[in-house]
Every structure is written in C-alpha cells, then in structure tokens.
C-alpha cells in the first residue's frame, strides 16, 4: 500500500531544541471496515481507518499505551506493534517483533511502548509483527514522522504534504490456504489514502490531492503492502525522489518509481502543468490476476487536481517515462560505511525452496522459539549453540556485510539499521563512495549486496517484508554484541511489563495467542 498524505509544513516549525515526551493511547479493536465497497472484519488502532498520525519532533521520545482490546474469534487476538525504522537503541524490547523482542500483548492487557527516536528524522510507520496479523489492518495507513528542523533540501518545496493493498479475506484463513495451495494470496483491491475499487465492486470515490499550480510539494509516500510492489507515477508529471526510508538522498528526477513493501519514498512534485484533473497511479505488481476476478491492478489509482479544475475524473492517459534506479541515489550527508576495504564479518544468505510454500535461507526455514531471542540474550546465551539455527551471532562494533543472491523481489528489511547497498539487484557495480541507505531493499537478482556497522545491540529482524513469505520461514535473526546487551552502556532497559508478557502469553489458551 502506497499512501499520499497531506501535512502542511508543520513539521519544519518545531524547534530540536524543545524536544519533549509524545505520548499516546491506542486501543487495539475489531471493527468492519469497507474502503473498496467491500465490508470485512480488520484489527484496528482507536478504531479508525486509517490509523492515528504519530508526530514528532527530532530529539522527542514517544510514549504509546497499547490496550489490546481484540475479540475477533477468527482473527489472532494477540498482537504486538513494530515502529519500523527506528533503530531502537537499548530499547530493543521495543522494537515490536513477536518472540525475537517481545512476548505478544494478550487480549485485555495494556503494554507501554516507550522509546527514543535518538536524533532520527524522517517516515516511519507502524504495523503489526505477530504472524500475517497486520494483513487484517494493524498498520500505519497514516504515517510515523519525525521532523527535521533544519532540513537541508526544504529549499526545494513549498508545501510538506501514502496506497495500501486490501485483501477480502482474513489473513489467519489466507494464510491455510496459502500453506495447503502453494500459492500466495492475491489481494482483492489496491487503496490510496485509504480507499479504492475492485472489480465488480461499488464506485467508491478515489481519493483527491488537491495542489495549486506554480507550488512545489514534497509527497511522503509509504507502501504498507503486505504483498505486491507499486509503480508510482503522476500522468504528464516528472517528480525529484530525495528520500529513502526516513534518510534524505541527494534529488534525482524520474517519471515513475518501485515502491516495495515497507519502503517509503519522498518525493518532490512541481505543479507547473495545465490547471486540470490528473490521474495518479500505483499499479501492484504481485499475483496474477486470474487468479483472484476481483483483482485490477489498473484500479490503483487516486486524482492529482489543481485549484480551478472541475471536478471530474482525469482523461490523462499513462505514457511510460524514465524509471528511478535505486543506484543513482546518494544521501546528502553521512555517506555510511564507505572505502573498498573487506567487511570484518561477511555473510551470504542462500534463498531457496526445498519444500514449497516453505522457503530456506542456508538450508534453515525460520520458525519462531517458544521464547524471545532477545530474552534469550539477556539469560545469557551467546554463542551459536545457544540459539536456534536461523540466529547469527555479530561482533560489536564490526563492520558487517550481507550478500542475498538470487531473485524473487523480495523486499528484505532489516531492524535496528539502515544500511548502505553498495551492490543493487542485477548490478556488476559495487560503489563504495556514497551508495543508497535504506533499511528495506528488493531482492531481485544478482547478488545484492549491504553493509552496516554493528554498533548498536540488540536482536535484530531481517525477514521478507511479503508478510505471507515471513510466515513461510524467509527470514534470520541478528543476535548483536551478545555480552553488551547485559551490561555497559549499550545494555537493554527492560521495563518489569516487558518482564511480565511471556509468563502472560504463555498461560493463555491457544485461541487467545
């Protein structure tokens, strides 16, 4: 899911010197839901659609009371939340994932999720990490940003202004027939801002983003997809894409842009054409669809209008452009881990599938254990037989390099850093001077290639953001400076309702997991 908000500049006003305390209060509920026309059963925050904004400011820390408050029989009334990209330093407990930092939140308790952004600025967005849970609605359709004060390209805009794919049916039975059939689920519609359309389905208004010609916008754009990718683009425009992932980058003009699961992408959108009506589109890439009638992903589409425009639907017609490469972005400032010299640690991670739907990296598929990897840490366990098969061990403070070859378009995202990807999918150039950062890249052949500094402790995700691929085991966990994460001063602050989740969870009755 691609979404497009509308956030006029507040964020550049809020001065670093103030940072303070957000505080927050999200109830987690069933409620129906029907954005395409269609009425379903979703996990929802505060019982809206979509979900609650989180501001921020640089330097602020954030404080979220989360009440599970789920009931649905048929849907998973556990959960837990991700606050995907935050690099969670001694909070790693925080970081939201179901048994590689947390025990599940049971039904009718209330957790306090309390962490620093740490100088962070950017998108960020929030989402469900127990099972395919956040398939059924936990995520951010709204976003997670964290202002920068002084942005350094705000020169380029005037005004600071996300698409989400929709499946009809709930993600806990997708998901068996997913195992039983071999075969993904392929989502019944494509939403921007929330809304869509699907085939057959009810003329559910698109959503409109109105600009005024002669003004630049910057569009924050997150793909919240539990599936596809998105082609982004905006008829009769060209558009400079200036961030990745919460990281500012160096403007690059494109027509159109991949957007992957979990990706976010800032754009800047010059209004400098004829005052009228203008499809956007976001076509999904991802599952036939012949295999799902309702499927048409021509209907990923929302209207760019300019004051003055009637309003009507556009008549503009699509003419392929030029498409962004992901090599040609550099960050602005900080270029990362940079010379040629070889990593300290280097690891290749082999995708395969022996056993479909099942998939194997270096011969293990990924099962959860039965107690969370970080707590496992913190009890001790650091060396390799301490842990399950699909957990490495890093040194700290080590230059680590990753190399995922192979295809699939698998969008890989990696908790607790971002990363510089000094080799791109289908690519015979390393760079080593100021390669792209972000904390989610597609697996899309060749041998892509990342590096990170392992400077910051803690256990760590790096999974297929296809959440239906996650759950078929494609992903390993990084068990970072095991020793540091008991003491010194990178050690873990584990609050006593933290401590208290697994004795919780565990006692329940498996419906209530």
């Known amino acids: 899911m691609v979404q497009l908000t509308s956030s006029f500049a507040i964020l550049a006003l809020l001065p670093a010197a103030l940072a303070i305390t957000r505080q927050y209060n999200f109830d987690i509920v069933n409620a129906k839901v029907a954005p395409d026309g269609f009425e379903r059963d979703a996990v929802l925050v505060n019982g809206g659609f979509p979900g609650p904004v989180v501001v921020a400011s640089k330097g602020d820390s954030v404080q979220i009371r989360t009440n599970n408050k789920l009931t649905n029989p048929d849907m998973r009334r556990s959960t837990s939340i991700h606050w995907h990209g935050f690099f969670q330093h001694r909070t790693s407990g925080m970081d939201g994932p179901s048994f590689v930092n947390q025990c599940p939140i049971p039904p009718n308790t209330t957790f306090l999720y309390e962490f620093d952004t740490a100088g962070q600025t950017g998108n960020f967005w929030y989402h469900s990490h127990l099972s395919t849970q956040y398939c059924d609605g936990l995520r951010a359709h709204s976003q997670f940003m964290v202002g920068y004060p002084q942005d350094p390209l705000a020169h380029l805009y005037d005004v600071d202004d996300g698409y989400r794919i929709r499946y009809h049916d709930l993600a806990p039975h997708a998901q068996q027939v997913f195992f039983s059939s071999g075969t993904v689920p392929i989502p019944d519609s494509g939403l921007i801002n929330g ?160 056993n479909p739907p099942f998939f194997d990296i270096n011969g293990i598929s990924y099962v959860s254990p039965s107690v969370p990897v970080l707590l496992q840490l913190l009890s001790g366990a650091s060396k390799p037989q ?111 309702d933290w401590k208290d989740l697994c004795p919780m969870y565990d006692a329940l009755d498996p419906e209530f997991q």
């Open 195 to 354: 809304v869509g359309r699907y085939n057959g389905g009810p003329a559910v208004p698109y959503a409109v983003i109105n600009v005024v010609q002669g003004k630049r916008y910057r569009f924050r754009v997150f793909s919240l997809s539990c599936r596809p990718f998105h082609t982004l683009s905006f008829d009769n425009h060209t558009f400079d894409v200036m961030e990745f992932d919460g990281i500012e980058h160096n403007p690059v003009p494109a027509q159109n842009v991949d957007v992957y699961a979990a990706q976010r992408v800032s754009i800047i959108l010059n209004a400098n054409q004829t005052v009228g009506n203008y499809w956007i589109r976001a076509p999904p890439t991802g599952g036939s669809p012949a295999a799902n009638p309702n499927f048409n992903p021509a209907l990923a589409l929302a209207i760019l209008r300019y004051k003055g425009a009637p309003v009507a639907d556009p008549t503009t017609v699509n003419v392929a452009g030029v498409k962004l490469n992901e090599a040609d972005m550099h960050p602005l400032i900080d270029p990362g881990i940079t010379g040629s010299q070889p990593p300290d640690v280097a690891i290749v991670l082999n995708i395969a599938q022996p």
């Open 386 to 496: 301490d842990l399950l098969p699909s957990v490495f061990i890093l040194p700290a403070n080590k230059t680590i390099e990753i190399s995922i070859p192979g295809t699939g378009a698998h969008p890989f995202h990696l908790h607790g850093h971002a990363f510089d990807i000094i080799r791109d999918s289908n690519s015979n150039v390393t760079n080593y001077v100021n390669p792209p950062r972000r904390d989610v890249v597609a697996i899309n052949g060749g041998n892509t290639t990342f590096r990170f500094f392992s400077g910051n402790p803690g256990a760590w995700f790096l999974h297929c953001h296809i959440d239906w691929h996650l759950e078929a085991g494609l992903a390993v966990v990084f068990a970072e400076a095991p020793a540091a994460n008991i003491a010194g001063p990178d050690s873990q602050i584990t609050p006593q």
